[in-house]
């Protein structure tokens, strides 16, 4: 066996040789700070976490605004339709109620009423109240039962 001594890389090979993000873990690594002072490496930590919980915070707003945008989005373009709908049933029936006009200026189209033609429908009968209503009607809101 021969002693042989160990290469040591030139400056240049051994910046190669780091792992390319090294500066940065260094610079924001709090080991080096705790060795100093105990609680400016706790307050880094600190610091770190508070910082990552603030993204995350700020990722699940940003998340559920979109989706609130896209519901009221959605909402809105049910709004519209159902205002054109709306808008259409109007001219309908203003259609319609043309038509029957105009009807009524041509008396010859109409049918002549006789009392043999008529209709008689039986009043409607007085509805009964319900048990439960009856019940409710009982119930006196304003007196306070003892004991409660």
């Known amino acids: 066996m021969v002693a042989v001594p160990v290469q040591q890389p030139s400056q240049g090979q051994r910046s190669q040789a780091r792992r390319p993000l090294e500066l940065i873990q260094g610079s924001l690594s709090a080991n080096r700070a705790d ?3 105990p609680w400016l490496g706790n307050l880094h930590r600190i610091a770190d976490g508070s910082l990552l919980g603030l993204g995350v915070a700020v990722l699940g707003l940003s998340a559920l ?9 959605r909402n809105f373009q049910q709004l519209e339709a159902s205002q054109r709908l709306e808008h259409r049933l ?8 043309q038509h029957h006009l105009t009807m009524t200026g041509k ?7 006789s009392s043999e033609k008529l ?4 009043p409607p009968g007085a509805s009964q109240p319900s048990g439960f209503r009856s019940f409710l009607a009982q119930v006196n809101p ?7």
């Not at 109007?90 to 109620?97: D, P």
């Not at 209709?119 to 039986?122: C, M, T």
């Open 142 to 148: 304003r007196v306070i039962l003892p004991g409660y």
């Open 90 to 97: 109007q001219e309908s029936a203003a259609v319609l109620e």
């Open 35 to 37: 060795r100093r002072s």
């Open 65 to 73: 605004t979109l989706h609130w945008q896209g519901q009221w989005t």
């Open 119 to 122: 209709v008689y429908l039986d």
């Open 107 to 113: 008396p010859t189209l109409l049918e002549p009423t």
